[in-house]
Structure formats: C-alpha cells, structure tokens
C-alpha cells in the first residue's frame, strides 16, 4: 500500500469547513483513498473513500487532485464532535474485507474543533 | 442494524494469563478482522477472517491466534500474556469484496 503523510494536528472553529489534506505521491493507478476517524477511546469510524472522481456523502466530501497525488478530506460545518484523529488510507481494493496486509493506519491527524 | 459487538469491554489478567475476546460482526458481515492499539505503535493489523478461515495475518508472534465460526462470529485469544500485550483490542466486520470496514468498540485488555 502507498505510504500517506498528513499534518499531525490541526484546529478549526466550530461551524467552519474543516480540510483535512493528506499526500500520497506514490499511490498507483489501483489503489483507492480511505478516510477513516477514530474519536477518543472508540473504535475507528468509516467516512468516504474514492478513486480518482470526487466523492460526496453524508459525512464529508473527498477532493482528490487529477494527478492522485494528495487529496483533501472536508467536514462542510464541523461540530465539536467532530473532534477526532483522522487516518488517510490508500490501498488496492482487497479481495475481502482486510484485503493483503489488513488496514495500515499511519499517525493521523489530530482535528480539534474550537468552540 | 446493529453495529459490531465486542465483549468483554475491559479485562484485567495478569502476566502468564490467557485471554480470549469474542467479536459478533454486523449482520451478513463475513469478514472479520482484528487489530491492536497501542500508544507507542498505533493501530496494527493482527489478522483477518472470512469462511472460518485466516486469510491474512499481520507480523504477531503465535502467542495470538484467532478463529471465526460458522456464523461469522470470531474470536481472538492470546496466550502467555505480557505487560506489552496491554492495549485495546479493534475487531472489524466488512462484506466480500468491499474494503470498507466497520470497527466495534473494542476491549480494552490490560495486564498487570
């Protein structure tokens, strides 16, 4: 799997777009982008994942560059409880669920939501 | 639907101690993986289920070890506990051929 780097943290005011950005330079033209969060002391939590189109759910929306190089994660109105560390992921699509290796979770970034 | 359960929630054992922890996946999941959670080494990958049977393993010595039954309910055991086996114990449940995992809320071992 391609290795991801993301900010360790970063803070954002409550009701404001938080964009979370996460490099994958290497990523190949197989590999897809995985966002997941984990709130403190919870286990992680889905939020999108895309090829190479942008992406919108009811969570976020995944901006991904036209060369896939990096793309960036947007919470449209963050709220305190989006407080969390946020994973940016990128593999193959596995054959089942863990796929090769299981899920490699790099550092993250910490996102603070300031009231 | 309900999500992924783990039980027990939080277990205490002490060194030489076995431990065993049980995953119920959600409902028509038949992937099954675990994963353990450390400060010092974050979020690792110990091993996946599906059919009864251990697709992949992560780099773990055999002091862990799994399985998953007919219903797709797994659980996990570890043997010979160490202080370093401390940590929270992450079980996920996805369906063939999707990547899109669903965590549970873990149990959170410690050894003393």
């Known amino acids: 799997d391609a290795k991801t780097t993301q900010p360790p943290s970063m803070d954002c005011a409550e009701g404001r777009a938080a964009n979370l950005p996460c490099n994958h330079s290497?990523?190949?033209?197989?590999?897809?982008v995985y966002w997941y969060r984990q709130i403190h002391s919870q286990g992680p939590q889905y939020i999108i994942h895309?090829?190479?189109n942008n992406e919108t759910n009811e969570m976020a929306s995944l901006i991904i560059t036209e060369d896939r190089k990096s793309s960036t994660l947007i919470l449209p109105h963050a709220t305190l409880r989006d407080t969390a560390v946020y994973y940016c992921i990128v593999r193959v699509l596995g054959y089942s669920g863990g796929g090769a290796e299981g899920l490699t979770f790099g550092k993250g970034t910490h996102l603070i939501i300031q009231p | 639907k309900a999500g992924v359960t783990q039980t027990p929630r939080y277990l205490i054992k002490t060194r030489g101690q076995q431990v065993t922890l049980s995953c119920s996946p959600i409902?028509?999941?038949?992937?099954v993986s675990w994963y353990q959670q450390t400060p010092g080494q974050g979020l690792q990958f110990l091993f996946e289920y599906f059919s009864e049977t251990q697709r992949n393993k992560g780099n773990f010595p055999g002091r862990f070890s799994g399985r998953q039954f007919s219903n797709s309910r797994s659980e996990m055991n570890v043997s010979t506990l160490e202080l370093g086996d401390s940590a929270l114990y992450l079980c996920a449940s996805s369906t063939w051929g999707t990547d899109t995992q669903y965590f549970g809320p873990g149990t959170r071992l410690t050894v003393l």
């Open positions: 895309g090829l190479k």
């Open positions: 290497t990523i190949s033209g197989n590999e897809y």
């Open positions: 409902s028509g999941h038949r992937s």
